[in-house]
């Protein structure tokens, strides 16, 4: 093992090494190089050594500090500890859910459809995924759409990988329609002051638009499969004897924990107003939520509090989030998003609409490699320095959601939901995605929502 | 007290090219719970035991779920316990298995009984060759035994 670390050590060695040189040839300062180099390399350990990517990060962030790049009080604030407890307050709630049995109950949900054909089931598998990752993280939520589609193909004798990757594809799209569907969601609504409103007023109809589209073309696409399903459904008539195999009557636990999520879910949508209300600063409510429902759900099974803590929250990539935060914070503390900033508008030769374009498709197409998590926190403060230069956000905001999620889409590796329904494929059906058949559906998919998104951005007043 | 005094001396083992249904009747007969499967060059390589049948079994996917929405097993199991004939034991084995050495004494084989979530624990000389192997019921008898309450 050791022996296949070594060149990949030195192939990012060498990386860093270019990144330091193309950052002194646009004019980057000492301090600034540093900064930039550290990003890197967190971006080329996600890239490169998945497994080292918090080593990195923890190194990064020492380099930073003994170089003085940043200080101590600023590297804590650039952290946002307010994203990373929204997040652990969700994935607390998310626990629950999953413990009371909310996502198993989805899953007969969709096991008990009457009247099946492969239509409709494509109508179910792609909303439901979209509503759900809308809703909870899209990672939990793909495990259980994955789960029912594989019971449903075994039943049916039919292949599933069609039905995952159109899945996958929806979960991807969904994650777009709401802060809680990605952490980027939450935090591009930290960083940028616009609110869970605007967030269902604005995403979720520019989602649910793709979404139609999506489905459309993916049910063009998989005519075949289809074809084959509705056979297979005449067949064996229907799946009545699979509904008879299940029964998990919504329990007085599972109503409890559904109404926690809900008040939360009310709550976090009426954060704004409520704030303005009762004179809050702007996000307080909407960060703090998670935490009150939470701390409910540790008093209520306080036995088990120290298992949603220690379990539910993935504290690895939370970690590596914190100290990526940190990193990116510490880029535009040194002026270098600056200087990157106004190279970007000189290239699109100041117009707004240009650079909103620029920004869609280079977040889209960066998050088919890259973890969209990385790409975000790098443009968040690039997007923070046209402020003084005096470009209107809002759309640019717009552009980095849509365009990180979106860009999910293209690649098998674009996305933590691609890689987690694959991976499940793979072990429990022997079926090994080929890099090819995922690209082709997904670049179309990812191409036709972004352009949607690129159209809307920039003739529709309101996103301006 | 030391493990090597306690330890059963005449250990079965399986090889790794077993097959999984063999080593499973093989498991039942014996009526224990886990088997060494040791190589051609008498190297331990892993552990077969009824726990990994029932990974191999169950989807993967059913710790993250939580629990199980069938009242009847479903289709897939069946078919999944089906295909164990044809698997050999090196596809199913745990290979990260908690050994320990002849003069380990009690109290350590027993924390990692606790600790590790294991039954049996093989028994490993200088040379990394299984002597021995060590089970809860062993550590049990033999404080009954220290303690004088005299059973057998």
């Known amino acids: 093992m050791g022996n296949r670390l070594i060149p990949k050590f030195i192939f990012l060695f060498f990386l860093i090494a270019l990144v330091v040189l193309s950052s002194q040839g646009i004019g980057l300062n000492y301090q600034q190089t540093i900064a930039v180099a550290i990003f890197s390399a967190s971006v080329f350990a996600t890239l490169l050594f998945w497994d080292f990517r918090v080593a990195v990060a923890f190194l990064g962030i020492a380099i930073l500090l003994i170089t003085k790049t940043v200080d101590l009080e600023n590297m804590v604030r650039f952290a946002s500890l307010e994203v990373i407890l929204f997040l652990v307050g969700m994935m607390v709630l998310v626990g629950l859910l999953k413990e009371m049995g909310f996502f198993a109950w989805l899953v007969t949900l969709i096991l008990r459809i009457k009247n099946l054909t492969a239509k409709k089931f494509i109508f179910v598998i792609s909303i439901l995924s979209a509503l759900l990752s809308c809703c909870v993280d899209e990672v939990t939520s793909i495990i259980f759409m994955v789960a029912a589609i594989l019971e449903i193909c075994d039943y049916f004798e039919v292949e599933p990988t069609p039905y995952i990757i159109i899945s996958v594809l929806c979960t991807n799209i969904g994650s777009t329609g709401t802060v809680l569907g990605n952490p980027i969601g939450i935090l591009i609504a930290s960083k940028s002051g616009l609110t869970f409103e605007d967030f269902l007023l604005k995403a979720f109809p520019l989602m649910s638009i793709c979404l139609l589209v999506a489905i459309l073309l993916l049910i063009f696409w998989y005519r075949k499969a289809i074809k084959k399903l509705d056979e297979k459904l005449k067949e064996l008539g229907g799946n009545e004897i699979l509904v008879k195999l299940i029964s998990i009557p919504p329990e007085r636990q599972l109503r409890l924990g559904l109404s926690i999520f809900g008040l939360t879910f009310l709550f976090i949508s009426l954060h704004h107003r409520l704030e303005l209300l009762w004179g809050l600063e702007a996000n307080t409510l909407l960060l703090s939520v998670p935490l009150v429902s939470a701390g409910c759900v540790m008093i209520w099974k306080w036995r088990k509090a120290r298992e949603y803590i220690e379990k539910d929250v993935d504290w690895w990539t939370l970690l590596f989030f914190l100290l990526l935060f940190a990193k990116a914070g510490t880029l535009k503390y040194t002026g270098a998003t600056d200087v990157i900033a106004q190279r970007l508008l000189h290239v699109v030769e100041h117009n707004s609409v240009a650079l909103t374009g620029v920004i869609l498709w280079m977040s889209s197409i960066g998050s088919s490699i890259l973890d969209n998590v990385v790409l975000v926190a790098a443009f968040i403060p690039i997007v923070q320095s046209f402020k003084d230069l005096g470009i209107t956000l809002q759309p640019l905001w717009w552009a980095l959601l849509f365009g990180g999620c979106l860009g999910g889409n293209i690649t098998l590796v674009g996305s933590t939901a691609n890689i987690v329904a694959l991976g499940i494929l793979e072990k429990e059906r022997n079926i090994r995605m080929t890099f090819f058949r995922w690209f082709w559906v997904g670049l179309s998919v990812g191409i036709v929502t972004t352009g949607i998104i690129w159209l809307a951005l920039i003739t529709l007043p309101i996103y301006r | 007290m030391k493990v090597k005094e306690i330890m059963t001396k005449d250990v079965t083992s399986i090889s790794p090219e077993m097959n999984a249904k063999e080593a499973l009747n093989l498991l039942l007969k014996m009526q224990i719970s886990g088997l060494p499967i040791i190589d051609e060059k008498n190297k331990l390589v892993g552990m077969f035991t009824e726990k990994d049948i029932l990974r191999n079994i169950l989807p993967s996917y059913i710790e993250k779920v939580g ?86």
Do not use: H
């Open chain 2, 67 to 152: 629990r199980f929405v069938y009242e009847d097993n479903p289709k897939v199991i069946r078919k999944k316990f089906q295909d164990l004939k044809d698997l050999s034991v090196s596809k199913l084995m745990r290979k990260d298995v908690v050994t320990v050495d002849e003069d380990t004494s009690l109290c350590e084989v027993a924390r990692l009984m606790l600790t590790q979530k294991v039954r049996r624990i093989p028994v490993l000389n200088k040379e990394k060759k299984v002597v021995g192997i060590v089970a809860r019921e062993d550590i049990v008898r033999a404080y009954i035994r220290e303690a004088g309450w005299g059973t057998d």
